[in-house]
């Protein structure tokens, strides 16, 4: 199974970025998908997921903010990221369970200005 995110980018605070993740090597839909973040000298952290009957979960810091959805295609999950902060940069990662291994896509940086 491999995990591709795209849609990383400078962008100034206050402005919006979408994210996207494609998984692929896998016939099954993904019964969670997550987005993660690891901004520098600091432990990664769970931002978002949501699972395949669309319950979401979202951390404190980012919600009312961001908005993680499914994408149209199978196994594909979306992150709006909106009124974006100064410490919202960070590597974002893609992550999603599958066969028994958590899978990792190799990230994308977002960088916001002030």
């Known amino acids: 199974v491999q995990l591709q995110a795209s849609g990383g980018g400078l962008v100034q605070a206050g402005g919006s970025l979408t994210l996207s993740c494609a998984a692929s090597?896998?016939?099954?839909?993904?019964?969670?998908m997550r987005w993660f973040r690891q901004a520098a000298g600091k432990q990664r952290e769970l931002v978002a997921s949501?699972?395949?009957?669309?319950?979401?979960t979202y951390a404190d810091s980012v919600k009312d903010r961001f908005t993680i959805s499914r994408g149209n295609a199978k196994n594909t999950v979306v992150l709006q990221l909106n009124s974006l902060k100064p410490e919202d940069t960070a590597v974002y990662y893609c992550?999603?369970?599958?066969?028994?291994?958590?899978?990792w896509g190799k990230g994308t940086l977002v960088t916001v200005s002030s």
């Open positions: 949501i699972t395949s009957g669309g319950v979401t």
């Open positions: 090597g896998t016939d099954f839909t993904m019964n969670v």
């Open positions: 992550n999603g369970p599958q066969y028994g291994m958590n899978y």
